[in-house]
């Protein structure tokens, strides 16, 4: 199982598809992609405050304990260690981002992959969102006849 956080944007559309194709899933669990390379991970997720941040603390980290004179296997280690940490954190980081953004927080939901939680979300979600209908004279037709069976 799989949980994934569903956040909107600071000003959603009306209609509740246009507020549903802007909804962001967020998975929640830890990233190979930045455990191992977290430049990587921190840029594929569009997260460039967090990438500079880390960039300039791994930096300053490195010439700190190479001033100190601490063994570079002990630089390493605790280069990797912080790589591991944000391997589990990144999700985390990356909501944070997104609050300082405006963006609000919905819920959470589970499943067996994404497709499952947005199938489960939106069951639960558009039911209770407006829909934005429009009518005949705003959309531009001419009167005329409808189609066999429709009402008007």
Not at 51 to 60: G, I, N, Q
Not at 61 to 88: K, R
Request: aromatic share 12%; net charge neutral.
């Amino acid at each position: 199982m799989v949980t994934y956080t569903v956040h909107e944007a600071p000003n959603p559309a009306a209609d509740r598809v246009d507020r549903a194709d802007e909804l962001r899933f967020i998975k929640d669990g830890f990233s190979w992609l930045t455990a191992f390379f977290p430049p990587l991970g921190l840029a594929a997720k569009g997260l460039w405050p967090a990438l500079l941040a880390y960039l300039v603390a791994v930096t300053l980290l490195g010439l700190l304990l190479n001033a100190v004179g601490t063994d570079p296997q002990w630089i390493a280690l605790m280069m990797m260690a912080l790589s591991l940490y944000l391997g589990f954190e990144v999700s985390t980081l990356e909501r944070f981002m997104l609050d300082r953004a405006g963006w609000r927080t919905l819920g959470s939901v589970t499943g067996r992959n994404i497709a499952d939680c947005e199938r489960r979300f939106f069951e639960t979600w558009l039911p209770d969102q407006p829909v934005i209908t429009v009518s005949r004279n705003q959309s531009g037709a001419s009167g005329g006849t409808l189609p066999f069976g429709a009402k008007a």
